[in-house]
């Protein structure tokens, strides 16, 4: 009787990655600090109280989503008959569908930067219809001006600029 013992593979499989591996030479090692910035568009800075904003409407949201998830558990959980448990699972897949539809349509709205007063308002039952009706929608929209696009000296200010003064103050001032 003749026992085999199976020894591991060391040869890699497509996919799998040895943690370990170096670079061939000439090549940087890909990990999470040598990732190159360039190229990358430079990320937006947001405002706290914007960002406040959006944790206090995600966190109700979330607890939102927790007394449902409780409220479907107890339905569940006294359904003593086949029927009650029907009834339950159909009521719980109306609510799914109904979140379902309200996620296509902030998505679709959000693509087309629709305002959330608008988002409601989209129509149809697919995502090629909500978009569809979400371009027209956006063609009635009229972008908000600006207030103000001068970014410097008004051309009717009155005075005279002498550039000549302006750097002989901004000399004295410097020391």
Do not use: C, H, W
Not at 74 to 99: M, N, P, W, Y
Not at 110 to 122: D, H, Q, S, V
Not at 124 to 142: F, H, P, R, S
Not at 149 to 157: I, R, W
């Amino acid at each position: 009787m003749s026992e085999q013992i199976e020894t591991p593979s060391t040869e890699e499989t497509p996919g799998q990655e040895t943690p370990n591996a170096t670079p061939p030479e000439g090549e940087t090692p890909k990990g999470e600090g040598a990732e190159s910035t360039e190229g990358q568009p430079k990320e937006e800075t947001v405002p706290p109280e914007v960002l406040r904003k959006e944790l206090t409407s995600a966190r109700a949201e979330a607890a939102n989503y927790r007394t449902k998830l409780r409220e479907a558990e107890a339905k569940l959980s006294k359904a003593k008959t086949v029927e009650e448990f029907e009834a339950a699972t159909s009521d719980l897949r109306g609510q799914i569908e109904a979140l379902e539809r309200q996620i296509l349509l902030n998505n679709v709205a959000a693509e087309f930067e629709l305002p959330p007063a608008l988002a409601k308002r989209l129509s149809g039952n697919t995502e090629e219809e909500l978009k569809a009706d979400a371009k027209e929608l956006q063609k009635l929209i009229v972008p908000a001006a600006p207030e103000s696009l001068s970014g410097g000296l008004t051309p009717d200010s009155g005075d005279d600029f002498d550039p000549v003064k302006a750097a002989r103050q901004a000399r004295k001032r410097r020391y």
